[in-house]
Nanobody
């Protein structure tokens, strides 16, 4: 079973930047819709950004203009570039694969925005 693996989380000051990466195995990575979700303590998991196999992107209103999702099919990797980070962006960030009804989640990576 294909499982994505996230990396790149950490502690950053408000206004700072981070780039998350998500790698997944398989020869059909290019066909996957890839999504980044996040879950803060006491809150439901929410979609942050997604990108389809045709590079169509979608963002949560709260991150538009600050976050950018992209993919490199040659490296089987999707990225989430996060800028102008705010304390409310603090959460565990999860990578998700979706393809023809198949869905798989990564283990998550912690992002903490604090001074």
């Amino acid at each position: 079973q294909v499982q994505p693996v996230e990396s790149g989380g950490g502690l950053v000051q408000p206004g700072g930047s981070l780039r998350l990466s998500c790698a997944a195995s398989g020869s059909i990575f290019r066909l996957y819709t890839m999504g980044w979700y996040r879950q803060a303590p006491g809150k439901q998991r929410e979609l942050v950004a997604s990108i389809t196999s045709r590079d169509s992107t979608n963002y949560a209103d709260s991150v538009k203009g600050r976050f950018t999702i992209s993919r490199d099919n040659a490296k089987n990797t999707v990225y989430l570039e996060m800028k102008s980070l705010k304390p409310e962006d603090t959460a565990v960030y999860y990578c998700n694969i979706e393809w023809l009804g198949f869905s798989s989640w990564g283990q998550g990576t912690q992002v903490t925005v604090s001074s």
